[in-house]
């Protein structure tokens, strides 16, 4: 019953989840802007009964306890986050009344109330049991109420799968794990470092997209198939980063919202491909076609990691050319992006290692990797 990050961070006795909270109001006004990106204004949570689900090490779950008196429920499977998260709220004063952790996952949870808030962030879209547990989330929440989940697919992701795919090549020859991850650290360290408003830890992001293998298990959750999973039973409250616009006339309640918002999904897709960029709205057949070409390139490139086969390197390359050519009459920027990949995929193959400053562009950029949308349900 356990997703693969969850029994990644078993294995490896982790939980890599401790960003910067030095300037603890600056936290709170990130988690501040991102739901209200979401469509949810802080003072939603006052009076609301929240269960949070998979906190990790409870520094996310610090927020909620500044923006509500409520009790909050929180689940969590990871021995090593329970603990860290314990310390935490002893360290910031948090009383042991105001929550209670149930040590198990959301699927074999046995609540004995429903929630007015209900958060799932971070380990949804790698899990293979999401219909389960969205459909175990709904049956938790209240007429009303608000689920926020997070989802993650090939196009989002993909500039950290290359990333990833550059690790792979360049640590080939290192034997052990934890040299693996020393090694990926000091070479990625100078460019983490360089992202404005960057708050975690580099070795925990090396864990968490370097080397945890629940990055490839080939498990992915597309915005539109969130919609699609939660039905007719919910409204669309927003996302962040935000996606969709709704320009239909407040009277027309018989407008379909969500086939409108998958809709503009299709097109606007490619948007998610790096973060700090301008939207792009694409031809529908172009959109789907690039989609389809970060989708080649990012489970090649987890075939590769599992099989080492050059045959399957080779087809990497020839799939960044092609997106290359199809880029090239779209967008010049993104067009050398892919070439600054695919020229960095050829040196490390060829010497097993690369200096990053070679590749400002690649070095620099980011996916826009992860997506929260927030749903209500309907009453």
Known sequence: MESDYLTFYKAQN??????????????YERRRKLYRQCGIPEMTFKNSTMLEVGPGSGYNTLAFFHMTKEHIDLVEANPVGIH????????????????????TVIEQFEATKT?????AEGFLQVSFHQKEIIKKLKSLVNPKGIIVITCEDDVSIFVEAMKRLIGVLIT????????????????????LKS?????????????????????????ELCLDDAIDYMEDEFYVLGTSPHMFTDYSFYKNIEHDVHEDYKAQFVRKHLSLMLA???????????????????????RLAAVYEKEK????????????????????????????????IYNAIKEAAE???????????????????????????KW
């Open 276 to 298: 700090e960029t301008d939207e792009m709205v694409l031809d529908k057949t172009i959109a789907e076609r690039l989609s389809c070409q970060c989708r080649m390139a990012r």
């Open 172 to 191: 080939e020859n290192i034997q052990t794990l934890q040299q693996k991850k020393e090694y990926l650290v000091k070479i990625f360290s100078p460019i």
């Open 14 to 27: 982790i939980s890599p989840c401790h960003p910067d909270i030095s300037d603890l109001e600056r936290h």
């Open 115 to 119: 929630y007015d808030i209900i958060i």
């Open 309 to 340: 086969r050059i045959e399957d390197l080779d087809k990497i390359m020839n799939v960044l050319q092609e997106m290359k050519n199809t880029w090239k009459d779209i967008d010049l920027g993104i067009f050398r992006l892919i070439e600054e």
């Open 84 to 103: 860290e998260m314990g310390e935490l709220f002893e360290k910031h004063k948090i009383s042991s009344n105001r929550y209670t952790i149930y040590e």
């Open 351 to 377: 010497k097993r290692m690369i200096d990053l400053k070679n590749y400002q562009k690649f070095a620099s950029a980011w996916g826009r990797v992860q997506q929260y949308v927030a749903f209500e349900k």
């Open 195 to 219: 992202i404005k408003g960057m708050t975690r830890p580099v070795d925990e992001w090396v864990d968490d997209q370097l080397i945890n293998t629940g990055v490839i298990n080939g498990v």
